[in-house]
């Protein structure tokens, strides 16, 4: 049996059977929306990029909010002794909250796809692959940031607190492109290649690049490998 699938349909399911989710996505697509409808309007300019760029930053608060709760909750009520008992392992309990999180980002950038057809429908220049990349990133970016948020969850009974260190860590993630200015250009070139930005504005250039990708798989195996550690944790004490 695929205890994975069926862990992530409950957690979707959970999703949509609270107003929480709904508020979540509705507050998403209203700030993506009006950041891409600026520049229509107000330049008469219709294109993706100022959505790529604004999106980057709502998930900095979109996807903590998403994430806090998926084992911080179960720890706090304790239901989380119940699924271990069952007969999963705790990697297939922290994949199943990982797709589970991942369908709720990517069911947001599907309905952004309206914004897509709007450009199509004003018969702006469209760069097919640029638009592609762009949503990659914005996928593999949104991977990322929910392996984070599911590892802060595992720490903590706490929803808030999983919040907040989950916003901590992918905000230094994030503003780490910002810094290197102020870094000796010894160490700027390492520092760079930390920092998520950089990654991520190399994809929606249109470039697909194997170190860009390495580099998103690496952090998402990375924070999901320490999830099902903080996991295991628990039965040594």
């Given at each position: 049996m695929d205890y994975t699938k069926i862990i992530a349909k409950k957690e979707i399911n959970g999703y949509f059977n609270a107003a929480s989710a709904y508020i979540i996505l509705v507050v998403f697509l209203l700030i993506s929306g009006?950041?891409?409808?600026?520049?229509?309007?107000?330049?008469?300019?219709?294109?993706?990029r100022s959505l790529f760029g604004i999106i980057p930053i709502i998930y900095i608060f979109f996807i903590p909010a998403i994430t806090m709760g998926l084992l911080a909750r179960e720890r706090n009520s304790g239901t989380i002794e119940l699924l271990t008992t069952l007969p999963l392992n705790d990697a297939e309990i922290?994949?199943?909250?990982?797709?589970?999180?991942?369908?709720?980002i990517t069911?947001?950038?599907i309905f952004t796809l309206i914004h897509f057809l709007t450009i199509l429908v004003l018969g702006s220049n469209i760069d097919f692959g640029a638009i592609?990349?762009?949503?990659?990133?914005?996928?593999?970016?949104?991977?990322?940031?929910?392996?984070i948020g599911i590892f802060t969850s595992s720490l903590t009974g706490n929803?808030?607190?999983?919040?907040?260190?989950?916003f901590f860590i992918i905000f230094v993630l994030f503003i780490l492109e910002y810094t290197l200015f102020f870094l000796p250009s010894a160490i700027a070139g390492f520092f760079q290649y930390l920092s998520i930005g950089y990654h991520f504005s190399n994809i929606t250039r249109g470039v697909i690049d194997t170190r860009n990708l390495v580099y998103f798989v690496?952090?998402?195996?990375?924070?999901?490998?320490?999830?099902?550690?903080?996991?295991?944790?628990?039965?040594?004490?």
């Open positions: 009006w950041f891409f409808a600026s520049p229509l309007f107000l330049n008469n300019q219709a294109d993706l922290i994949m199943g909250k990982f797709w589970a999180s991942l369908s709720i069911t947001g950038l592609f990349c762009g949503y990659l990133g914005l996928v593999l970016l949104g991977a990322v940031y929910s392996s929803q808030i607190v999983a919040f907040i260190i989950s690496s952090l998402i195996i990375l924070f999901l490998r320490l999830a099902i550690v903080s996991m295991q944790s628990r039965k040594w004490k």
